[in-house]
Every structure is written in structure tokens, then in C-alpha cells.
């Protein structure tokens, strides 16, 4: 299951369950030349902090082997917040996910409604030009 949840996380990196929040400045700061005074709202983006080159190198690649070992470090993978304010469901939607990806790969056959469409397009994250449909049918075992 490690690498499933590896798979997971890589899908939560590119396009996070949540796009980025509101917070308040608790004290006046400065952050690259601009002046933030107490009180002000501050929006925080996961989106960009996702795709942050310096954090994770070819960041419009998919490669869940981002999250092995130690993974990211702390603050740059945050699909479920951070900190005193992280997601109290995060461990149970990590349940979720992992027994719905479970159930899907083991209990149904997958094929591609458009098998030789290769063409994408952003919106804003990259997707197959015509969706991706899909037709599942039940494993018989």
C-alpha cells in the first residue's frame, strides 16, 4: 500500500483537495521588499507551493517516488493544511483513498473510451483533450 499512498499524495501534489487559504498576519513583517502590516489577510496557495521548483524538481512531472523515504520537507507538501490547523480528517480520507483505489484497481477492468488520444491541454492542470473516459467493467474472478 506504501506506493499506492505514494501515488495518491503525487495526485495531491498536482492538483491539491484544497487550492490554498486565508490567513492573518499575527505581526508586521516584510517579505521580499513589501511591508505586511498586522491584521492584514494573507491567501497561501498549496497549488504554487506544490509546483515550487525548488521543492519539487520538474514539477509538472508525475513521479510518486517524491514521497519515499522521509518525502518532502515539512510545509511543502500540504494538501490537508499544516500545523495546528491541518486537516483533523486527513487520516481518515487517507483511509478512504487508499480502499477506494484498492477496490477499483482489484475489482474492475479499465479500458480508455479514446485509446490513441494523446493530445492535452491545461485547465489549469494538464488533461487529455477530450477527458478521459472510461469504461469499467466488473473483474470476474
Not at 506506493?3 to 484544497?18: D, G, K, Q, T
Not at 513521479?63 to 483533523?88: A, D, L, M, N, Q
Request: net charge positive; hydrophobic share 35%.
Amino acid at each position: 500500500m506504501r506506493y499506492s499512498w505514494n501515488v495518491a499524495c503525487e495526485v495531491m501534489r498536482i492538483v491539491p483537495p484544497l487550492a490554498g487559504t486565508f490567513r492573518e498576519a499575527i505581526d508586521h513583517f516584510s517579505f521580499k521588499g513589501f511591508y505586511i502590516p498586522k491584521g492584514w489577510k494573507l491567501y497561501w496557495s498549496a497549488t504554487a507551493t506544490h509546483k515550487n521548483p525548488e521543492y519539487f524538481p520538474e514539477p509538472e512531472k508525475f513521479e510518486p517516488s517524491r514521497f519515499e523515504g522521509s518525502g518532502p520537507k515539512p510545509y511543502t507538501y500540504v494538501p490537508f493544511g499544516g500545523g495546528s490547523r491541518i486537516c483533523p480528517g486527513r487520516e481518515y480520507a487517507r483511509l478512504e483513498i487508499l480502499i477506494f483505489m484498492h477496490n477499483l484497481v482489484k475489482r474492475f477492468k479499465w479500458e480508455k473510451v479514446f485509446p490513441k488520444e494523446n493530445k492535452l491541454v491545461a485547465d489549469p492542470a494538464p488533461i487529455p483533450a477530450k477527458g478521459l473516459p472510461i469504461r469499467i467493467f466488473p473483474q470476474l474472478s
